[in-house]
């Protein structure tokens, strides 16, 4: 017999330990911290497996699914904005299938861990089962948000037969902002670890300061996320790349906007902008994951435009 109670306990003691981690790491997780896991009455319940659909031991229905993309990410989405998820295998009936379509009925919420580089997952919770759709071997997914359907781990747990009538449309909505999140996590991945986890202006390594900069601003957020428009920046030199400060030739070679060159100013100035006159930035090891010379050569022309002579 299924205990409700107990598994929703379970669940939120889960999902309020994924948000300590997300506050700690960030929300893309590396995979052991998941597969250690959390303490719960003395058990330790470990959050992902060696599966897509993953069930701790002691629970009777799945606690989490995991993706590992292997084309590109819009494959996952239907037309209805959900993520469609496929079955383990062709067999329905396979108990991992089985547990997913429990969790549909019961209106159980799982943590969903979205592989974004090897070994690193970018989570995100509550998630839904709402469709299955045996004939394509696929369930659909929906992301809510943990706030509003009132998951907290002091009470029961989530409680379905509370009628919603904004459910739909507010988990489409959710769903969509995660997506857009997703990508912009994959990017940071992808570009991080094409230039080695440094600046490429700086080589500043603490991986804290360094975001993923486009070197044309993302038009389709929902895009693919490609390498040969992004570069490593640290906050400093990602904040003066945006602003025109900083100028990059489609030779790689940095400039510095005349007007800034000839600031008297502290160190900071001198050494961290005015510096860089004139030096080639990091480039990716892979050929292939190279800035654009197209890209930055349309970026330079903007720079150029903004450059006070
Ligand atoms: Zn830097």
Redesign the pocket.
Known sequence: MFDRARDAGVRAAGFEWLGEQVIRYGDVLPRKILENGYVYNGERVPFIGPQGIFKPRFLQVPISITTVPKGPYNDFYGGDGFIRYRYRGTDQGHRDNRGLRLAMELEIPLAYFFCVAPGRYFATWPVFIVRDEPEKLTFSVAIDDAVHIGIRPDAKGYDPRIEDPFESGRRAYVTSTVRVRLHQRAFRERVLEAYRRQ??????RHEEFLDAAHIIPDSAPEGEPLVTNGLA??N??HSAFDRFFIGVRPDYIIEIRPDILREGDGPTLRH?IQGLHGQRIVLPAHTAHRPDPALLARRYDQYRENAIT
């Open positions: 600046c490429a202006f700086c080589r500043l920046l640290c400093l030199h961290a």
